[in-house]
């Protein structure tokens, strides 16, 4: 899929708690010819979440480039708020994080674009275009990872019995006598559903069963 050229110059807020990541975005983008013909105007930059909301506010800008690791507000709480305060704002995401539940959360909300800092940029900057002129781009590294995410994800039936009774309260001992199994395996269960989830606490386990009908309410009284 080929761009349409335009005459227009695009403006955009780059987000970033790193000097030298804004650096070389802003002289990416400003540059001619390097990902549109007259250059991208930074309008504003920004070193944590709150200034990236204020200045998405202010200038309400074509694109923000954002980090999801950030002081004060992360890049995913932003997310949201910038799609209230700036609809037509598109949202880039540029980010070294690469979690399932980061991806999945991020992807709901609509973002138009994912590209890693672990890659080179020059995707960022081909791909760039394109989201510019209303596509999405989310780069295979993430595509890869919700993949393989997916297929370890699949639980059986005695880890799916232990998470439900690790989330009612029961003790590792408990769900053995109720399992009539020993406290080793038990353990073994809970620790193999943990990590297909990619959860580590019995409060992220029981939000992401929650939020993926993993479990039913009543069952848990």
Known sequence: MHSTPTNKQYSAVIADDHQIVRDGLRNALQQKGLV??????VVA????????LAAVKQYKPDVVLLDVSMPLAGGAEVVCDIR????????VIVTGINTPGLI???LDQGVEGMFSKGAS??????KLPLILRGGRYIAEIFMHTLQTHKQNAQLTDRERQTMTMIISGKSNKEIALNMSISPKTV????????QKLDVHSVAELMA??????????????
């Open 208 to 221: 992401y069963a929650l939020k993926h009908g993993l479990i039913d309410l009543e069952h848990l009284a």
């Open 84 to 91: 209230r305060w700036s609809p037509e704002t598109r949202i």
């Open 36 to 41: 549109e013909t007259h250059g991208i105007a």
């Open 45 to 52: 930059e920004a070193e944590n979440g709150f200034e990236a």
């Open 104 to 106: 999945c959360s991020l």
């Open 121 to 126: 940029l020059d995707e960022l900057y081909q």
């Open 187 to 194: 353990d073994k269960h809970r620790t193999s559903l943990m």
